[in-house]
């Protein structure tokens, strides 16, 4: 049984239609990416599997179960969305990463944050780095910890390197790849990246709304 699937999803702005008619799925523990030209529909894809959009035909399922029959917040604690752009708030990482915990009402575990900074080549003294003294990979490290503090079952991943420079995009690839292979996370990446895709076990290819096989 698919972890998560679409069936027969389609999505309308208005008269233009962004995605037609698409069926996928994602089985537990799997690595994809969805690849195509820009504009074709891939991100709109991502925000309809993580809950952001509602398909305008067609239904989303986690576990055979419609999502829209789910509460959001309970649904976006297992299927958790990675923005291009981190955005981050508060003033400090230490705020960013106590909001997990806060909406699940459990105490702060310092000793947790501090070994998921470190497996992402973060010093323990980020904890309390002001958020506005970030470069732009620091912020989506600090980011992409936020969404695994509690492990989700999907990650959704918006070109969440696109923009960094090189030593942190392979941080951020490596860790990704842990994730999936040690931690058992189903990955959804949207990329244009060809070393990325070349790191996923399926590719998918979106042309003008349409899915095809890559």
Request: with cysteine.
């Given at each position: ?113 501090l070994e998921l900074l470190k497996e992402v080549k973060l010093p323990k003294s980020y904890l309390d780095k002001k ?84």
């Amino acid at each position: 049984m698919s972890l998560l699937k679409t069936e027969h999803i389609s999505f309308q702005i208005e008269e233009q239609t962004i995605l037609s008619d698409i069926t996928i799925s994602f089985d537990k523990g799997s690595h994809t990416t969805i690849t195509g030209p820009s504009g074709s529909g891939k991100s709109t894809l991502l925000k309809l599997l993580a809950s952001l959009l509602t398909p305008t035909k067609g239904k989303v399922l986690l576990n055979d179960q419609d999502i829209m029959a789910l509460a959001p917040e309970n649904y976006r604690m297992k299927v958790s969305y990675c923005f291009q752009q981190p955005s981050l708030f508060g003033e400090t990482v230490r705020d960013n990463f106590m909001f997990p915990y806060e909406v699940r009402k459990k105490d702060f575990q310092k000793s947790h944050i501090l070994e998921l900074l470190k497996e992402v080549k973060l010093p323990k003294s980020y904890l309390d780095k002001k958020i506005t003294e970030l470069s732009g990979g620091e912020k989506q490290r600090v980011a992409l910890i936020r969404n695994v503090i509690f492990l989700p079952e999907v990650l959704l991943l918006d070109e969440v390197t696109a923009g960094l420079d090189e030593e942190s995009k392979a941080i951020v690839n490596q860790w990704l790849l842990q994730l999936n292979q040690e931690k058992g996370i189903t990955l959804i990446r949207v990329t244009h990246d060809a070393q990325e895709i070349a790191q996923s076990a399926i590719v998918k290819k979106i042309v003008a709304g349409r899915l095809e096989e890559a």
